[in-house]
């Protein structure tokens, strides 16, 4: 899918949603390192959820200005997986630092596994299956509605 | 003595048919051609014809509603001659991506993963995940296209669909729909034609003719040689025949993909067999680097080539230009198309290198120049007299001409389209071809109730850029499913009609 500014916020926001709650609620009472009542942390995770589609809407509009330097106006599917790596980054030290108060922090290893796990398969997911319920999805550049 | 008036033989087109724009079923009885009632028909039995029939008998639109009529008898037999002319035979690859799929209308499981199964080799998936930043786009190979057509066209059951003939014209109905005359093959029937009645036609009868470049196009009628100056969609093995027998020069015109896989040919056969063909390459637009008027369009170049993975940018057959495509008009349209157009070939590392050997072991000489004419020298070996921009004029003389520059002929050149403009209502869009609406309805033609559809190469222009694809038909297909849809022709497809009919395909069983 060559997304559009439109298609790739609704599909993150539509992702994370499906496979990011799924993938999410199968993964947190198996997290390294994370302490305290399965309900506080499923909590906890899903309020890392949000922030990834609330930062991610920022993102989005970043990626969309970058995409124009190309003349395929395309996002290469390496693009979609690397961008793990400043999203990441940037959440892991909002986190920290206490600047997200809501959101306790997470033990390193727990984040980063809870992560990369939702990325990965929110970024299979977009890669193909996507395409079997929703056949419009990729000739709309990702628009969902 | 033959009487003055001699009536047309029963079952033929009569005067009075022929100057009709609108016949009634009166008219059609009255010259005793037999008819035949479906509801919708496709015109053509290439690739678009198939898509289109592929994701009818998915929506859910039974064998016995529908019919396609063609001159072929497996919908990948015209671009199978055509891709082994231009030398891609089913070993090699095709342009297309991994997701182009014309047997299947999710794109999932790609190409790429069915490839990866078979051959167990997991460097196709490495190749996939760094395409085109690391490695070039990775495409199917011809073969695999054709393999899973045949197992899809099995699944829909298209055979039981395809009519053999060829179409002479459609024209509308009085009281809505249209009438297709169809002339069958020789001995197949009492008449000479016969008329299928429908609510729906759609057109996908591909390329309405291959036009020569004019200068190639007169040596060959002067001379009457087809055989040294030949098109690259013709057959022309005779080329790398005779140049196994003996040292040649060939002159190569045009700076498409088809020039690059006949370069890819000539430098094979010379590493292959020890050759020593010489190549002279003639562009008559000469890219030398990133070309664009901004920094926000900006294409690659080099060495004479515009370098593009596919016909058009890749967004679009879905992204950016696809959105924004879609809202234009007119001149702007026109303009649109000028800025992202242009005759344009893959990067390809392996293509790269060759052209790289040949320019330093002096046998590939690239140069930029229009050909005022072609000559025969006395040796009986071709002079093309070639003058650059610079102003300088070069000689070069060769054994062969290939011209690479595959220029379509007029839509009018065919003779549906023809008769379309003339008689069906139907107008031009600002490229010249036949204006369609955003769902591929041919704007002008409407008949009553019913629709005239259209897709493929002679809708370039249109609201859509991406239409002489693969994925461009599928595409067009779902528009016009979709359009059949809100018709009330076929049920509206779901995510969950449209999974349960992916398992179907997945596990081969017929719809
Ligand atoms: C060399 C080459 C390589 C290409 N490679 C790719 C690629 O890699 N990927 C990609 O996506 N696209 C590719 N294309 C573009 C395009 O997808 C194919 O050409 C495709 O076959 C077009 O499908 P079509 O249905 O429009 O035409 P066709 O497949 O050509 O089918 C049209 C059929 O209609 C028949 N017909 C015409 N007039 C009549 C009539 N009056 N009555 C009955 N039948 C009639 C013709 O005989 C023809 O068989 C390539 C094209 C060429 C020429």
């Given at each position: 899918m060559v997304p559009t500014l439109f298609g790739r916020i609704q599909t993150r926001l539509f992702l994370l949603a499906t496979v990011g709650v799924v993938v999410t609620l199968l993964i947190v009472p198996v997290l390294p390192g994370s302490s305290g009542a399965l309900g506080a942390r499923y909590a906890n995770a899903l309020l890392v959820l949000l922030a990834v589609a609330v930062l991610g809407i920022v993102w989005e509009l970043i990626y969309h200005f970058l995409m124009q330097f190309r003349w395929e106006k395309d996002w290469p599917t390496l693009f979609g997986l690397l961008t793990l790596v400043p999203e990441g980054l940037l959440l892991y030290f909002l986190l920290r630092s206490g600047a997200v108060d809501f959101i306790d922090p997470v033990p390193p290893a727990a984040f980063w596994t809870h992560f990369t796990v939702v990325w990965v398969c929110m970024w299979l997911v977009a890669n193909g299956?996507?395409?079997?319920?929703?056949?419009?999805w990729r000739f709309r550049g990702g628009r969902v509605l | 003595m033959a009487p003055p008036n001699t009536p047309a033989p029963a079952g033929d087109l009569t005067p009075e048919l022929l100057g009709a724009p609108e016949w009634t079923d009166q008219m059609v009885a009255a010259a005793g051609i037999p008819m035949y009632d479906i509801p919708f028909l496709t015109v053509g039995g290439g690739m678009g014809s198939f898509v289109t029939l592929d994701y009818l008998r998915v929506y859910g639109v039974p064998t016995s509603q529908m019919r396609v009529i063609s001159n072929?008898?497996?919908?990948w037999q015209t671009y199978e001659f055509l891709t082994r002319c231009s030398q891609i035979p089913r070993s090699e690859r095709i342009r297309s991506d991994s997701a182009s799929r014309p047997d299947n209308l999710w794109g999932f499981p790609s190409y790429a993963l069915q490839e990866t199964w078979k051959d167990k080799t997991p460097a196709y998936l490495w190749q996939l995940l760094t395409e085109p930043l690391l490695n070039d786009y990775w495409t199917p190979r011809a073969g695999t296209v054709f393999e899973s057509i045949e197992r899809e066209a099995k699944r829909i059951s298209y055979w039981d669909m395809l009519v053999k003939g060829q179409v002479r014209m459609v024209r509308r109905r009085v009281g809505g729909g249209y009438f297709t005359v169809v002339t069958p093959?020789?001995?197949?029937?009492?008449?000479?034609r016969v008329i299928f009645r429908s609510r729906f036609v759609h057109l996908a009868?591909?390329?309405p003719g291959l036009k020569f470049l004019p200068d190639l196009q007169e040596f060959r009628t002067k001379h009457n040689d087809y055989q040294h100056v030949v098109n690259a969609y013709e057959p022309h093995e005779q080329v790398y025949e005779f140049l196994k027998t003996r040292p040649g020069t060939v002159v190569i015109r045009g700076g498409g993909i088809v020039a690059s896989r006949v370069l890819q040919r000539l430098f094979d056969d010379r590493e292959k067999y020890g050759l020593k063909t010489q190549i002279v390459h003639i562009f008559r637009t000469f890219v030398a680097g990133s070309h664009g008027p901004h920094i926000w369009a900006r294409r690659k170049g080099g060495n004479g080539w515009a370098y593009q993975?596919?016909?058009?940018?890749?967004?679009?057959?879905?992204?950016q230009l696809k959105a924004e495509m879609r809202k234009l008009e007119g001149a702007e349209r026109a303009a649109k198309y000028k800025e992202m157009g242009g005759t344009n070939t893959p990067y390809r590392r392996r293509w790269q290198e060759q052209m790289r050997a040949g320019r330093s072991g002096g046998y590939y000489h690239a140069v930029q120049g229009t050909v005022d004419r072609v000559e025969r020298a006395p040796d009986g070996r071709l002079v093309s007299y070639v003058r650059s921009n610079d102003g300088i004029v070069r000689e070069p003389v060769a054994d062969y001409i290939i011209d690479c520059t595959g220029l379509e002929a007029d839509i009018s050149e065919h003779r549906i389209f023809a008769d379309l403009l003339q008689y069906g209502g139907a107008f031009r869009n600002p490229l010249g071809r036949l204006e369609v609406e955003r769902h591929f309805e041919v704007k002008g033609t409407a008949s009553g109730d019913g629709v005239l559809y259209a897709s493929g190469s002679?809708?370039?222009?249109?609201?859509?850029?991406?239409?002489?694809?693969f994925l461009g038909l599928q595409i067009a297909a779902q528009e016009i499913a979709d359009d059949l849809a809100r018709r009330g022709f076929v049920r509206k497809m779901g995510p969950l009609r449209s999974t349960s009919q992916w398992f179907k395909w997945a596990f081969n069983t017929p719809v």
């Open positions: 299956p996507m395409r079997v319920p929703f056949i419009r | 072929i008898d497996t919908p093959p020789e001995g197949s029937g009492p008449t000479k009868v591909g390329y993975g596919f016909n058009y940018p890749k967004s679009v057959w879905g992204g002679a809708t370039l222009g249109g609201y859509f850029p991406g239409v002489d694809t």
